[in-house]
């Protein structure tokens, strides 16, 4: 992993040396908010550096006083979009969900997180303060804990994958539920000799309701139900 730039160093309190130049009119703060602004009206493509100094109104060599380069910027964008998380209070079961809805919160607001590039450095202090929280909800749980870390992040990656379908929602190629319709639509007609799980699938539940990826529960019970088996029978937290 990269040394953490300006911003991220700032971020983490970590004392940095001003480049030369004239005092700085703007503060980080006030840049990485013209950069979520522009990411939130027209896509993470479109935070270029010249793209936030039209935004904040500001030189471009003005940025470089408080950030070392774009995916220095982006690092700052997550941890501010990301903020506090949220206190987590009840069972297990509750605070596995007002986590979930929380992060899933965030991405509706800020989809450009799904776009941030993997090779971003992450390891922000917000971005860390949701996988501790996370982390604290297996406290009373059976799950070792050298497994717990990789837990919370199959989590936090299916989270994003839930947003993700929400954003696609509509589109032909990526909504899951479309997919599903038309590959229920298809087994009804397709031969049960040559396509026998295809044409077996059934658009009711076991609980007698649709089955759909739609609903906007289903990736996170699955996930609930996967947990669920680290923790002692009975048990809720």
């Given at each position: ?57 500001c ?19 997550l ?45 922000t ?52 539920d ?5 590959a ?31 609903s ?22």
């Amino acid at each position: 992993m990269t040394e953490p730039g300006l911003a991220l160093s700032r971020l983490w309190g970590t004392p940095s040396v001003l480049r030369p130049g004239p005092k700085p009119r703007l503060s980080l703060t006030e840049i990485v908010d013209a950069s979520i602004t522009l990411a939130r009206t027209d896509g993470l493509a479109a935070v270029t550096m010249a793209r936030v100094a039209e935004t904040a109104l500001c030189a471009k060599m003005a940025l470089y006083r408080h950030v070392s380069d774009r995916d220095d910027l982006l690092s700052a964008m997550l941890d501010r979009a990301l903020g506090e998380p949220p206190q987590l209070n009840g069972s297990w079961r509750e605070r596995f969900t007002a986590l979930w809805d929380a992060l899933l919160g965030i991405y509706a607001s800020d989809p450009w997180l799904l776009e941030l590039p993997t090779d971003v450095n992450g390891v922000t202090p917000q971005n860390l303060a949701w996988i501790d929280r996370a982390l604290s909800l297996f406290d009373e749980s059976l799950l070792p804990s050298s497994e717990r870390l990789s837990t919370v992040l199959l989590i936090t990656e299916n989270i994003r994958f839930e947003a993700r379908r929400r954003k696609a929602a509509g589109d032909p190629v990526d909504d899951l539920d479309f997919l599903l319709e038309s590959a229920v639509s298809a087994g009804r007609r397709l031969s049960g000799e040559r396509y026998p799980h295809l044409a077996g699938l059934s658009r009711t539940g076991s609980d007698g309701e649709p089955a759909s990826l739609s609903s906007a529960r289903h990736v996170r019970d699955l996930m609930l139900r996967s947990v669920a088996a680290y923790f002692p029978e009975g048990h809720e937290g």
